[in-house]
């Protein structure tokens, strides 16, 4: 079973600052994945970064990078030079690495807003 | 690459019509899609599990006989919310992923908003 919590419902940064969204999570698996999706107001679920947990080096794309703490079960969020279009909930999830049963298992999202 | 399309985006009917959602991959074929169901300021929650010519996977709780799921190829597959009743009003969203082997992401429709008068 796979379990992930993120702990900050809400979030705010003003627009070119740097924020860290926070997810910790809990897997019987012995090789995973993590992502991180944003679903801005749109509703359209997008995937922002993806993490093998086997990959010591943290993932990086563009603006976005994460910090994984595999020992801590801890994979968090950067995001830097905030723009106001990176205004939406973010929801961290996990997925098994185990064939036809690989599932998403999402946190309950941290809603993030980008302030002038 | 890795397009997802769904419809309809919007849907309200009455209480007691089945309504039937698209979800197609355009651009990749998708070995596995997935429905989710979304209450508002919720996450999302895995409904049921489909593999190209096979029967869905349903989630513990998820009724089969209400929610019908046919994945007849590789690019398609539907949920109809059969006899739809006010408590079946939410955001659906699809997602397909190219393989059934781990890592692989699952890429989102846009979602359908149901609404059930």
């Known amino acids: 079973a796979q379990t992930v919590t993120q702990s900050q419902p809400e979030m705010s940064v003003q627009e070119a600052e740097t924020v860290t969204l926070s997810c910790t999570y809990d897997?019987?698996?012995?090789?995973?994945?993590l992502f991180w999706y944003k679903q801005p107001p749109s509703r359209q679920m997008i995937l922002v970064i993806r993490?093998?947990?086997?990959?010591?080096q943290n993932a990086t794309e563009n603006r976005f990078s994460v910090n994984f703490q595999k020992a801590a079960k801890s994979f968090s969020l950067k995001i830097s030079d905030s723009q106001l279009g990176d205004t939406a909930m973010y929801f961290c999830?996990?997925?098994?690495?185990?064939?036809?049963?690989?599932?998403?298992?999402f946190g309950t999202g941290t809603r993030l807003q980008v302030t002038l | 690459g890795a397009v997802v399309s769904q419809h309809p985006s919007w849907v309200i009917c009455k209480s007691g019509t089945s309504v039937k959602i698209e979800c197609r991959s355009l651009?990749?074929?998708?070995?596995?899609m997935f429905w989710y169901r979304q209450f508002p300021k919720q996450s999302l929650m895995l409904m049921a599990t489909?593999?190209?010519?096979?029967?869905?996977?349903?989630e513990q709780g998820v009724e089969k006989d209400k929610f019908l799921i046919n994945h007849a190829s590789l690019t398609l597959s539907t949920l109809t919310v059969t006899s739809a009743h006010p408590e079946d009003s939410s955001f659906y969203i699809c997602?397909?992923?190219?393989?059934?082997?781990?890592?692989?992401?699952?890429?989102f429709g846009d979602g359908t908003r149901l609404s059930i008068l």
């Open positions: 997602s397909a992923s190219r393989g059934t082997g781990g890592g692989q992401p699952q890429h």
């Open positions: 897997t019987s698996e012995s090789n995973y994945y």
């Open positions: 993490q093998e947990a086997y990959k010591q």
């Open positions: 999830a996990s997925l098994g690495k185990t064939g036809t049963a690989s599932k998403l298992t």
């Open positions: 651009d990749f074929q998708a070995t596995t």
């Open positions: 489909s593999n190209e010519g096979s029967k869905a996977t349903y």
